[in-house]
């Protein structure tokens, strides 16, 4: 083989989103499937769902299609899940628990598991006892486990006949005495553990399910999971799951850590939750879930009128900077970007108004064609196509949602019925009206009457007079839009025309009197 075709092939990266479908996909955990999915785009890789229901008290009909769904709303998009093919299937731990009772055999085997026969009177006792005698949180653990009634104080022959009896039993880590668990974080650097904190965690539950720390090691290691990047919550989890890979002897395919920065409210004192949102008005799912239990349905950001690519851009920067002043990003923009190198350590908070300005900065993206196709048009606005490509141009600057351009752009269809009361006590007075009636007359005499000459027309008045702008423009504004804010005034009466600005500034007058 000639030397230029042997080349060192990597192996390629696999990350996996695990979720428990135990009801909706809060925006936390779409950050940590975001963050997983622009590894594996920028990395060449693959994105795995992996659905963690091991917990079937817990189970919420309906959660992983949701999963499913908003994440696709989202636009990420996985390699393998089971909903698609793969190799590494099944991608639902519910249809694996074979996998689980031969691995956790062979930690029994290897005298890292025992089983546990305590029943949940005993384990209260056990509890109730360290708690008289001053242990503030009693563990099930190296110490308390010497009294307990398991396969290692028990003799044999005992525990034989328990199993053959079928007597429940749980199976627990025998984690060992002062030992130091040690492990390089992506985003925390070394961490490390001293077992002795550590409690003899179950790893296969009475009713013959696994927990989620056997369920959630043996899958990263059979499908070949390379990177385990997950919320911070999990990091109390990490040292029991290094002590798992050490336990099967699987050190050297053990993943790489990271484990993401939580996301604080926008007081900054505590995780995100839903009750922020109730309490702050802002949605903490990507879509409308229907809740089955309670029959209620709670709206999403894409109800709210968010942009996927918006929500997605935002979230990104929970926790990431691309470390430029670069904000707005295309979710291919972020796959090429991201790493995990730029992830913080600390806490990241949620601001809503922010998250409504990266919609509006991805609605400035958009042309007028495509937000026109997005719209749905009232009657009034039913004009050319040409006249609302053009009112669209003119306010979309100042719209967040789609929605907005029709509120937005209201007076370009229809002088207005009322005028801003607060407006016109503060700026409507006997001068305006001589200045508006002035104007009116000069505009009259504009043959072309462009945004360029009204407003030559405008400055030479202002200096012709020696008036200020504030004293003219104001009430200009109000009697044209009816209010005091809008895109440039110039654009707008070009886009009105003559006759219909001199209308209006008439009709104002009328109405509005000497203020
Ligand atoms: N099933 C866990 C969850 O619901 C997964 C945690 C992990 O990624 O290891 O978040």
């Avoid at 070949?224 to 109390?236: D, Q």
């Avoid at 002590?243 to 850590?257: R, T, V």
């Avoid at 007359?441 to 200020?468: A, M, P, R, W």
Wanted: net charge positive; proline share 5%.
């Amino acid at each position: 083989m000639p030397n230029s075709i042997i080349r060192v092939m990597k192996n390629p990266i696999r990350v996996r989103f695990a979720p428990s479908p135990t009801g909706p996909l809060h925006m936390g955990g779409v950050r940590t499937a975001l963050y997983n999915y622009l590894l594996s785009v920028k990395m060449k890789g693959q994105f795995i769902l992996r659905v963690e229901d091991t917990d079937q008290s817990r189970y919420v009909e309906g959660a992983e299609e949701y999963i499913l769904e908003s994440l696709n709303w989202c636009g990420l998009k996985f390699d393998e899940g089971p909903h698609l093919k793969g190799d590494f299937g099944p991608y639902r731990q519910s249809e694996r628990k074979h996998i689980y009772d031969t691995y956790v055999k062979k930690l029994i085997e290897s005298e890292n598991a025992y089983y546990a026969f305590d029943s949940e009177k005993e384990l209260e006792e056990m509890r109730f006892n360290l708690k008289k005698a001053g242990v503030q949180s009693p563990q099930y653990n190296h110490i308390t486990r010497q009294n307990m009634k398991n396969s290692l104080t028990l003799p044999l022959e005992e525990v034989n006949k328990k199993l053959r009896n079928k007597e429940p039993y749980v199976i627990r880590i025998k984690m060992p005495r002062n030992y130091t668990i040690k492990f390089k974080d992506r985003i925390r650097g070394w961490v490390s553990f001293n077992t002795n904190h550590l409690d003899d965690k179950v790893l296969y539950k009475s009713d013959g399910m696994p927990t989620y720390h056997l369920a959630n090691v043996v899958d990263d290691y059979l499908m070949k999971i390379s990177h385990v990047i997950r919320g911070e919550e999990w990091l109390p989890s990490a040292p029991l799951h290094v002590y798992l890979y050490q336990s099967f002897g699987w050190e050297k395919s053990m993943p790489e850590f990271a484990h993401l920065p939580l996301i604080l409210n926008p007081g900054g004192d505590g995780k995100l939750s839903k009750r922020d949102g109730d309490r702050l008005g802002f949605p903490v799912f990507p879509t409308l879930w229907k809740d089955p239990k309670k029959n209620l349905e709670i709206e999403g950001y894409k109800e709210k009128g968010f942009f996927p690519e918006a929500f997605v851009n935002m979230l990104a920067f929970l926790g990431w900077n691309p470390g430029n002043n670069k904000e707005i990003f295309s979710l291919h923009e972020l796959s090429e970007e991201f790493s995990l190198e730029r992830v913080g350590k600390s806490g990241a908070r949620f601001d809503y108004q922010k998250t409504k300005w990266f919609n509006q900065q991805h609605l400035r993206l958009r042309t007028a064609k495509e937000i026109l196709k997005n719209i749905i048009l009232t009657e009034e606005m039913k004009r050319e196509e040409d006249y609302l490509l053009k009112v669209i141009d003119l306010v979309k600057e100042r719209c967040v949602f789609f929605d907005d351009i029709i509120k937005e752009s209201n007076y370009l269809f229809k002088a207005p019925d009322n005028y801003e009361e607060l407006a016109v006590e503060k700026k409507w007075n006997k001068e305006t009206v001589t200045h508006l009636q002035s104007l009116s007359s000069k505009f009259s005499l504009c043959i072309d009457f462009s945004k360029n000459n009204i407003e030559q027309i405008f400055k030479d008045y202002l200096e012709k007079y020696t008036v200020g702008f504030g004293k003219v423009m104001p009430g200009l504004r109000i009697s044209i839009t009816g209010k005091m804010q809008g895109p440039s005034m110039f654009s707008v009466m070009e886009l009105l025309g003559l006759n219909e600005v001199r209308c209006r500034i008439e009709k104002a007058i009328t109405r509005l009197g000497n203020g």
